[in-house]
């Protein structure tokens, strides 16, 4: 028997059907790259029917769409008319991003170390302790060529001013 | 009865009616194998090349060889006031299987929890084959090891004997509304006059103290689990979101099977009393003051929760079987059930791939290429961990839960399935190490139950020595020891309705 | 000028005075302010810091990872303990790249890769912790973590059954080292069985461990098992371990013998399964789930309230999800006022007796009809109208919702730590309240390797050339 849970529509796009909404399921999914709709019929993850295309509107939007030949170009979620928004997140959906949120102020407007290291002119972390990580481990440190700690070879140089810095501490 | 008998009835048992359901059944059914087929030399493994380190821990730390080691609790009086909440009874439990003498002060009628069956079917209670008291499983298992008493505290007479008794007790546990116990100068306040050294812990929901403190119904309902557990966040962001399954569904917040709020707050206060203990016998000579309320308890191990609410207004979601930190770290569902399958780091995550792309590489392929999850951290997105599922649950639609698992137990992936409670008891490893074991009752017979995790232990490895007992069965030992009060005594205190006399 | 007298109990040595009759501040007579004053005033999250802690001494060994086994050592160090987490050099532990939805980070993980954050998955696992570096690979190591061993009460590991042993720093070495020693073993499957070889992690645990069977809406009903949403199977079985750990204190005062506890943090879960295993072994029953019922009470559960209570606000999960309340009326009184309160009072007629109302048939119609009444309710006019009628109706809390509880800040519950290293965290506090010598979460973690100095130069007197060397060779 045919499984479907990424659907790949001859478009070249990738809907995934995500298993626990699509577990029993009866109705009709829009493609999420070329707005074709299909109709399936799941029950207990087997597919029973489908996917048969039909010209009709959709009932449900997949959550999330690639394509492979397109150097895995993503339609994300929540996007208007092709992927169906999801409600179950941490805050508004609008700055959902999926990726490091950097700050130095917390919730109530105080300073917190949630940003990488910054240089001393930036003026935000100079004055805790370990103050030694902001002079040494800075962004513009780190990005310098010479900086002692970078991995060669899964082995790291050792460089003597820093290091001897690092004891003083 | 003989084994054989059990045999039989097994066999040819038909479930027609709830009443089939009511006999005896082996267990095991299936024996796990000896320890000598799986230290034989023919499956010698290079983690433990020369057998020494299996030969160490099935002599010393096996639970079998606990029998005649030392207690770690000897000589500690426990008196547990509890009644209806599972706090108590966790710590009393806890206390007791590590050696203390736990005795638990019950009203003459008896903790409610005796006769909570499960869907108020009375089928299912357990019954005394002396005299055929009745008793509802779960006093059974949360009860272990602890001596039943009776004493009406709402009687003068039965305050006076509880102070007699607090004064040999080391610690005294109670979950009664705040401040009930100091109205009956049976509190903190008072025992700590006649016994310094006494170690008072108090359980609740929210507190003895505060805006929002315990309170009880117009007609005197207390306020029970999983009241902590909403109040704590812990329900709000447990279930499945609408987005993966409907709310008409279940896709709803939701609350844990058992009491769990209750429980945390039974081992954090077992932990707080045990620390007491230590600065008491060490530095202090004293006892103290202790309060486990299962709101506090649950939210001080609801990871980062609050703090990340304090980083950026973050209120996390509900993931169903999910879990919004990792990739991969869920159960999704399979062709006979759900199959949890975990492992986040490259080594393990690239190492479930493999096995994914065994049977379906065009899946696997759609995983392995895509730039977007090839760091670590970025799976943890949500578009991350919809396709990693999708796409393993894909490949578990055609595998059931043991093909799944042993699958990727060959890879050395932290794999295992989602296990019915039938199944667990019959689990080979857990069986082996007595996870579930069956003990032998003097009243009830045979019980099949959890064992204490805290019982593979080199010196002093906790044990189940008896389940929950009848109803004030104990009222003539501890009387005795601990009161001075005999038999004839116990009579008439029974008679003013100050305790009860327990008779064959 | 005075003459000064020495005092043999001075105010404020919470230790060696006798219990107290009077408030040392305002000489108020204990005995005769009000219950609740006098629980303010033995817990006065104030006060946390002029009181003793209860472990100070002990020290313990943190080889740990993730959460189960590191918060062994992470409550230790809220008692007083100090405790040292010794991760691999640079890598350190993997929970440092935890994080939800992959967006919290507070900054640096480790002095050598400052660009990369540590999770907030990392958190309160390992407060209060000093953090070291060592390679148990290397041969020297054997002999530096001897010499902490050696100065040590407690140590915690979580690596595969033997691999300790292997190294030759596992229990049946270390007992010849330091007999003393309490050798705490926390993982999935424990070290002897079928499968002690077996990864775990915490929801390994609640899958096979019991907790799954039980939690989540039945499949009849559509649902599936739900997981719970921490790691409760991590912290709790932590805390289990804990237990095992001061409990062999206990024993070691008369003895002086230390103990290895092998735990395994499926058995907790099992162990908290209720009446499950009882019920199966007597009647063959096997345990379901019931969603956000009660198997033993009626009416003891949650129910969705029609509207939520803040429509308007940017996060769903206000927005949409402030929308429950968990009612409990299970004693035959509230019940019958339950039933008048939202016009049925034909169910209290029908389910009078409480073990009736537990029936699942009951249970069905019961909340479908308390779902009905407040279907065109929100949740604060639901709770406000059950409280008034004296019942007891909980609104189900947001995170959102515990940060503006007045009742979690005056009991301390919640608490703003100033880390030396972080900034302001918020922490869920230790919190469990303890009149003489409470808890307390002193910073929340530190970069991989902070403490080295710390700990191999001040403590254990290694000098610094000879650090500098392990360091060069990647073994610190």
Redesign the interface.
Known sequence: MQMVYYWEHECGWVNYLDPYYFWNFEGKVKCAGCDKVARFRFLNGMLLEGPTEVDEEADVLPLYADNPDRGYEAIKVGTEGKTRPFYGLMRDPATYTGKARIRTENFRGKFIRATPNQPKKAGVIESRRFAWIDRTKSKDVWEKDSYPGKPVYGRFKVGEEVEEEHLEE | MSDEKYEEKYVE?E?NDVKD?????P?PVTE??KREE?YAPWVK?P??PDGS??E???E???YRKAVGK?????GLIVLDCTVMG?AGAIAAS?LGE?GATVIKVEPIEGDPQRY?????????A?EDIYTGEKV???F???HRNEYSITLNLETEKGRELFKKLAVHADIVLENYP??TF??WGI?Y?QL??IN?KLIYAWFGQ????????D???????W??D??GL?????????????????????G?????????GD??AG??????I??????R??????G??????S???Y????????????????????????????NQ???????DG?M?I?G??DRLWYRILQVIAQEDP??A??IA????LKE?????????L??T???T??W???NTRAEAEAKM?AR???????????E??E????V??G??M?IMDEHYG???????????????P?RIKW?GRPLGLDNGEIFARYLGVGPEEIKKLAREGVTTWYHE | MEKKVWDPNPPGSWSFDPPRDTDPVTGDDLEKIPFEEYCRRMFDPDKVWEKPEALKGWRHISSTMYILSPHVGATLGEFGAEVIKVEMPKLGDPMRHTSPFNEAYLWPETDHRPMVGTGMGFLHANDNKYFITLDYHAPEAKELYYDLIRISDSMAECYRPGTFYRWGIGYPQLKEVNPRLIYIYLGGFGNYGPRRYGGSYDILGQAVGGLAAITGWHEDFGGHPTKQTNWLIDWYSGLTGLIGVLAAAHYRRKTGLGTFIDLSQISCSTRATGYAFPLYGRFGVVRQRWGNWDTLLSVHGIIMTGKTDEPEHPNPQISVESRYVMVSAFQDEDFRELCYVIGRPDLWEKYSSARERVKPEAQIEIYRALEEWASDKSRSEVVETLNNAGLIAVPVFSAKDVYECEHFWERGTLRWVDDPIFGDVLTHGATVKMSETPPRVKWVWRPIGADNIRIYHELLGYPLPKLKELWEKGII
């Open positions: 048992l479930i359901t009511l006999l005896p059944r267990w796990p194998r799986l493994d983690r433990d380190y299996g160490f821990v099935e010393n730390i096996h030392p207690w770690a609790l000897d599972m806890y590590l909570w069956y499960p869907f108020g079917r009375e089928e299912y357990f509802s499983p779960t059974i298992h949360e705040p401040g100091d109205e509190g306040r700590s006059k310094p929210l507190g003895q103290w505060g805006s929002m403190k309170r009880v119904s117009k007609y005197g309902q306020m029970l999983p009241v909403s109040a704590s966040e812990y329900v709000h962001s447990t279930g499945f979101p609408a987005d993966l399954l409907p709310r008409e569904f279940g709803n917040p939701t609350r844990s099977g058992e009491w769990v429980i945390v081992v954090w206060g077992t932990v707080a045990l620390a007491a203990l230590y600065y016998e060490n530095v202090s000579g004293r103290q003051f202790i309060e486990a309320t709101a506090e308890s939210m001080e191990i609801l990871d980062f929760n609050i703090s990340w609410y304090a980083y950026d207004g973050s209120i996390k979601a509900r993931i169903g079987g999910w879990d919004p930190n990792l770290y869920a159960w999704n569902p399979c062709k759900y949890m975990g986040q780091s065009e899946g392929r759609l290429e895509d730039p977007f670590m951290a970025a799976r943890n997105a949500l578009e991350g919809i396709k599922y999708t796409v649950a894909h578990l639609v055609s137990n050395e992936v932290a794999a295992a399935p989602v296990l019915m409670i039938d667990i008891a689990y080979e490893h857990f082996y190490r996870h579930v069956e045979r019980v099949l139950i959890s064992n204490s995790p805290l019982a593979h232990q080199h010196r002093t906790a389940v």
